[in-house]
């Protein structure tokens, strides 16, 4: 049986080999962490997610968020890959990628599906905050590549949400209204409309947000 870490508790700690040293989580104390496997290396749908994840590697870093990928390969086949995208796709994989042949990081993520595949890592994501506490997953098929973008979204939903103590609507974008938490007593609904929101029912307020958050 795969088990599965929970969100809002602390992630599973690591401590791997990585192509750009060893690695703990503990290392990314104090920033947001996105952690990544991918099935394989040298496979097509992963090339596309490697180089997309690369392109976004400094939007990434100015939200105070770094980046970490995972496969159950060979340090060996994660260097020649990502020097092969260099060479044959002209962009440079600027972040580490874990090691796990024991599949230990795997499994302790719940990467590890045997209904997918026997031993390789399905596309998980993984967005762990500054404190080291797990805030978001999202797993993919085997088939179906990962929308960067919407990790990019999602980290900006994540600490709008932090720095202002509300919840974000679908799709939400910096610069829409953002959902203010519902009140909990009779009285506080009662006294909702009042209070200076934009107001369609005592469950449902919203408000502006200042500027875009800043980085945790």
């Known amino acids: 049986m795969t088990g599965l870490p929970r ?13 750009h040293g060893d690695r703990s989580l503990a290392d990314y104390r104090g920033n947001w962490l996105i952690l990544f496997s991918h099935p394989s290396d040298f496979t097509p749908v992963c090339t596309t997610e490697f180089i997309g ?27 020649a890959w990502t020097r092969n995208i260099k060479e044959k796709f002209g962009v440079e994989i600027p972040f580490p990628i874990i090691e796990d042949l024991k599949m230990e990081v795997a499994q302790a993520y719940g990467m590890i599906h045997p209904g997918a595949a026997d031993t390789s890592a399905v596309r998980a994501t993984f967005l762990i ?32 949400s932090d720095a202002n103590g509300v919840a974000t609507p679908e799709n939400w974008r910096p610069g829409q209204p953002a959902i203010v938490p519902p009140p909990k007593t009779a009285e506080a609904a009662e006294a909702r409309a009042s209070e200076g929101y934009v107001y369609t029912d005592w469950y449902f307020s919203t408000r502006d947000l200042p500027d875009a958050p800043k980085a945790a």
């Open 53 to 79: 994840f690369a392109k976004h590697a400094d939007e990434f870093a100015a939200m105070n968020c770094e980046l970490l990928g995972l496969s159950i390969d060979s340090i060996f086949s994660h260097l």
């Open 129 to 160: 905050d500054p404190e080291g506490k797990l805030r978001a997953m999202v797993y993919y098929p085997m088939s179906n590549g990962r929308s960067i973008e919407e990790f990019v979204r999602l980290l900006t939903a994540l600490q709008a």
């Open 7 to 19: 969100l809002n508790e602390p992630a599973p700690d690591f401590h791997a080999r990585t192509t």
